[in-house]
């Protein structure tokens, strides 16, 4: 079995996003401030689209 993709992946990225040229920049820079008192929560699809058509019928 293959785990390769059939296809490469799109690159659709504008050429401003070239992040090989960019100087200074350090990969995880700011991962020590997420130390485990960060909490990410996952919604169901479902969920989510309720909630987004609400904050949508708030703004207007």
Do not use: C, H, R, W
Not at 19 to 35: H, L, P, R, S, T
């Amino acid at each position: 079995m293959n785990s390769k993709p059939d296809t490469e992946p799109e690159d659709d990225m504008e050429d401003e996003y070239d992040f090989a040229a960019m100087e200074g920049g350090i990969q995880g820079k700011y991962a020590g401030e997420f130390n485990g008192t960060t909490t990410a929560i996952v919604l169901d699809s479902d969920v989510a689209q309720v909630l987004s058509d609400q904050a949508d019928s708030l703004q207007q």
